[in-house]
């Protein structure tokens, strides 16, 4: 049965962060679980995981022993999502142009952007939001997965995603 992107959008996506030390070491990334992005009807809601209730990320068990790079940790991440400090609310989307509700996902390309996820979406003018409240989020056809993205950076050490 093919998935739908209007229904395939909602549900609940895995939040990660990386280990830089374990990436150093092996050249691959060991990620963190940090909490679910319930997408729902326009409502959200953020449920972390445990040791990440109070978001204290520098007090929880990470490969990492480098005391630095968990305090840049609970800067890097609270600076960069709303829904974090704010754990529910709403939020609105935006199809990109020749994306509609009822378009199939296995029919687009790999690494496409499909949306625009907006959680303030009392502003309506999605370009003048600040990047941790406006995620693109795409396509990741051959893992069969919807992936946020963030609207200034390729490459982070964050992932939020989930299986279609």
């Given at each position: 049965m093919p998935s739908i992107i209007g229904i395939s959008l909602e549900g609940r996506y895995a939040m990660y962060w990386g280990d830089w030390e374990?990436?150093?070491?092996?050249?691959?990334?060991?990620?963190?679980?940090?909490?679910?992005?319930?997408?729902?009807?326009?409502?959200?809601?953020?449920?972390?995981?445990?040791?990440?209730?109070?978001?204290?990320?520098?007090?929880?068990?990470?490969?990492?022993?480098?005391?630095?790079?968990?305090?840049?940790?609970?800067q890097y991440v609270k600076d960069r999502f709303l829904f974090l400090t704010k754990p529910q609310g709403k939020y609105s989307i935006q199809y990109e142009p020749k994306i509609h509700p009822y378009t199939v996902l296995e029919n687009q390309e790999d690494g496409e952007i499909l949306v625009r996820i907006n959680f303030d979406?009392?502003?309506?003018?999605?370009?003048?939001?600040?990047?941790?409240?406006?995620?693109?989020?795409?396509?990741?056809?051959d893992a069969k997965k919807l992936r946020f993205h963030s609207t200034i950076s390729e490459i982070e050490w964050w992932s939020i995603r989930k299986y279609y």
């Open positions: 374990y990436y150093k070491a092996h050249g691959s990334m060991e990620q963190t679980l940090i909490g679910y992005l319930q997408l729902q009807g326009g409502s959200y809601f953020f449920v972390p995981e445990k040791c990440f209730i109070n978001l204290a990320l520098s007090e929880c068990t990470k490969k990492s022993s480098d005391a630095r790079e968990k305090l840049l940790l609970d979406p009392q502003q309506t003018d999605i370009n003048s939001l600040t990047p941790d409240r406006v995620f693109l989020i795409r396509n990741m056809k």
